[in-house]
């Protein structure tokens, strides 16, 4: 059979144009839903009398052994035939027959390809949303194995004041339950059917939208034809949602190289995760961290190409949209990867709990309680802040720390010091002195945690309950 649009040209399609124009070395990865789509389009044309139901058997039967054939990898997709959808209807009517040619009945590939699209984004979602609840899972552990773990948090990366290390993890469980909850939320735009919209402006024919929406399990479906085949922003959605996830992953990951350092010495990859050099036989590299960094770059780019593509375009479907797909493809591929390898990555960080301990004591980052421990004798913040100032430089001088400095050193400085000035010094008075909600007090962070873990839970029955809707 020559090409399924073929009747109204007199001249083959130029060979490179063929190859230019086709979307099927890509859009292989929709077969699974495009079928899914058809199947339940060709019942609700048989339950609308459009076409006869025998007809409407034979070619459900068609379809599902289309499905087993590329499953079994038996089907040779061809340039010629486009697109997956052309390539699975001629597949179609080559097995069933011309009846087959009734599919397409009241449909268009432009509401097909977008209904296709949803059906894909919605599993992936739903997929993303537990690979997401793992790591926070994984992250969540490590701070309970670390709530008496003290390391110096820092602000412009120069040490500012103590906290749990179970603290500054915990903010990384929070950031990724933002992203969960935000695919949770784009999951109803991305749960709409496009179907029944026809190229743009609907279909002569009695078709009941309501019914396919029901039966592919979309919550609603499209209320304007044009809207329905020129919207992208569901792909957008995602694609900026995958931003954020990945710009999360690359501060992790860039804390994680820092940390890795000999420099830091705060935590160690397991080998599992790491790799050597050729050429210096020491080495032990985090090139898992730093891959996911790196990657970090094309999942932005992949949103800026689809928001620039979209840029302009007239209603309703153009052929520019076409370019959709393979960055949204390379975005789930690659956070797929970057999530899969985290959770297991954290689970078996060991962490250098002595090391983080000795950065602590050889610190001034326990400077502001003192400043406070003179607020609470009545001395105005701004005044105890100078105080302390002078005394940090005093100390750098006489090469000490705070807590080395003797009454009669302190006493210089302020009159108001007194002995209890070392008790508020050390590391453990100094974080469970932050005792506010959020803080970094051990109490605030066993609170956090629990909270924490009640979170975890709805969030894994939401993704049992959805990963059923999605299928
Ligand atoms: N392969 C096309 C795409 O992905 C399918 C829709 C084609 N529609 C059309 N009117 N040419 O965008």
């Known amino acids: 059979m020559s090409k399924l649009w073929g009747g109204r040209f007199t001249k083959k399609t130029d060979q490179l144009v063929e190859e230019y124009t086709a979307s099927i070395t890509f859009d292989k990865e929709l077969a699974e839903e495009d079928i899914q789509g058809s199947l339940a389009h060709v019942t609700m044309l048989g339950k609308q009398g459009i076409i006869p139901l025998d007809d409407v058997d034979t070619i459900k039967e068609g379809l599902h052994r289309v499905m087993q054939k590329i499953k079994r990898g038996e089907i040779e997709f061809a340039v010629a ?14 097995d069933i027959g011309a009846v087959g040619g009734k599919l397409h009945t009241g449909r268009s590939r432009n509401d097909q390809v977008a209904t296709d699209m949803h059906l894909y984004l919605r599993k992936r979602v739903v997929e993303f949303v537990d690979l997401l609840h793992k790591l926070q899972a994984a992250l969540l552990e490590q701070a309970k194995a670390n709530l008496d773990t003290i390391v110096p948090g820092y602000t412009h990366l120069q040490r500012a004041q103590p906290i749990l290390f179970a603290h500054h993890l915990m903010a990384y469980v929070a950031m990724f339950g933002r992203d969960a ?12 059917l496009p179907l029944g919209a026809g190229a743009l402006a609907g279909t002569t024919f009695p078709i009941d939208r309501h019914f ?70 020491q080495k032990k590299n985090p090139d898992v961290p730093e891959l996911v960094r790196g ?27 076409q370019e959709d797909k393979e960055g949204m493809f390379d975005t789930v591929k690659t956070m797929q990867g970057a999530l899969q390898l985290f959770a297991p990555m ?58 080395d400095l003797t009454l009669e050193e302190f006493k210089q ?10 008790d508020v010094l050390q590391p453990e008075n100094v974080v469970n002195a932050r005792n506010v909600y959020g803080g970094t007090a051990t109490a605030q962070v066993s609170e956090a945690i629990t909270r924490a873990e009640m979170g975890l839970e709805q969030t894994a029955a939401w993704v049992a309950e959805y990963a059923e809707r999605s299928k």
């Open 81 to 94: 035939d486009e697109d997956i959808h052309m390539n699975i209807e001629k597949t179609l009517i080559d």
């Open 181 to 192: 909850e935000r695919l949770q939320d784009s999951y109803k735009r991305i749960n709409t």
């Open 212 to 281: 396919v929406a029901s039966q592919l399990g979309f919550d609603r479906i499209y209320e304007n034809s044009l809207d329905a085949v020129s919207d992208r922003d569901f792909i957008l959605e995602f694609l900026s949602h995958a931003s954020i996830i990945m710009m999360h992953l690359s501060r992790l990951s860039e804390e994680l190289i820092l940390w890795s350092s000999s420099e830091f010495r705060f935590v160690e990859l397991d080998d599992a995760f790491c790799t050597g050099s050729s050429i210096m036989p």
């Open 295 to 321: 990657k970090t770059g094309r999942v932005y780019g992949n949103l800026m190409g689809l928001l620039t593509v979209l840029k302009s375009l007239p209603l309703a479907y153009n052929k520019d949209m």
């Open 346 to 403: 954290i689970a078996t960080m060991k962490v250098n709990k002595s090391r983080m301990r000795e950065a602590v004591n050889m610190d001034f980052s326990n400077a502001t309680d003192i400043a406070d421990f003179l607020v609470g004798k009545g001395l105005p913040f701004r005044q105890a802040h100078e105080v302390i100032g002078k005394t940090v430089l005093y100390c750098i001088e006489q090469n000490k720390f705070l807590l």
């Open 413 to 422: 400085f302020s009159k108001l010091f007194d002995e209890r000035i070392y």
